[in-house]
């Protein structure tokens, strides 16, 4: 039976809007659970000592197809110069950038870039034009970078671990 060229077009957009519904719902948030009794919140240790809000400079930045990543900014604040050579490793999953005392094949370019060797984005699952978070660590002299499949996991957690404070409940800051 031959469908109306109208019909045709309400089909396939009523699939697509199925499809994009389909896309947001699985990016939300899940729903808070709501119980009938009151939520204590736990002390929480302060971590101040530790790691001093200064200490740490952050760049979101997308890995190009030859691996390249654009780092001006947390290379900068680690004052490391065009020339250094550096040692890149993996550990835990992540991608460890720091400056080696051999000469090597890796160098800080005068564009002030990285480039990702294959080997290494590949222990570390992270693939071209994904998005990777520099982390420039001042105080070990250390350039940590976190794959978007680890900051996925890290934000979900967060979100999984908040705690819900019953409405009309004093709380401070």
Same mark, same amino acid.
């Given at each position: 039976m031959p469908i109306a060229a109208g019909t045709a077009n309400a089909v396939r957009c009523s699939t697509s809007e199925g499809a994009g519904n389909k896309i947001v719902a699985s990016l939300l948030l899940p729903e808070r659970r709501h119980s009938?009794?009151?939520v204590i919140p736990l002390p929480v240790a302060d971590l101040g000592p530790v790691v001093?809000? %200064?200490?740490? &400079?952050?760049?979101?930045?997308?890995? %190009? $197809?030859? %691996?390249?990543?654009?780092a001006r900014v947390p290379l900068e604040r680690l004052n490391w110069a065009p020339g250094l050579p550096l040692r890149l490793s993996v550990s835990s999953g992540l991608l460890v950038v720091a400056p080696s005392e051999?000469?090597? &094949?890796? /160098?800080?370019?005068?564009? $002030?870039? *990285?480039? /990702?060797?294959?080997? *290494?984005?590949a222990r570390c699952r992270i693939? &071209?034009?994904d998005q990777v978070l520099l982390a420039a660590v *001042?105080?070990?002299? *250390? /350039?940590?970078v976190y794959p978007q499949h680890v900051l996925y996991t890290m934000v979900t957690a967060f979100h999984d671990n908040l705690v819900v404070i019953p409405e009309g409940t004093a709380h401070s800051d």
């Open positions: 009938s009794e009151p001093d809000r %200064g200490s740490v &400079a952050f760049s979101l930045v997308r890995v %190009g $197809m030859n %691996g390249v990543v654009a051999k000469p090597s &094949a890796a /160098l800080v370019p005068s564009k $002030m870039s *990285l480039t /990702l060797p294959a080997r *290494l984005r693939r &071209a034009e *001042l105080e070990h002299d *250390l /350039l940590v």
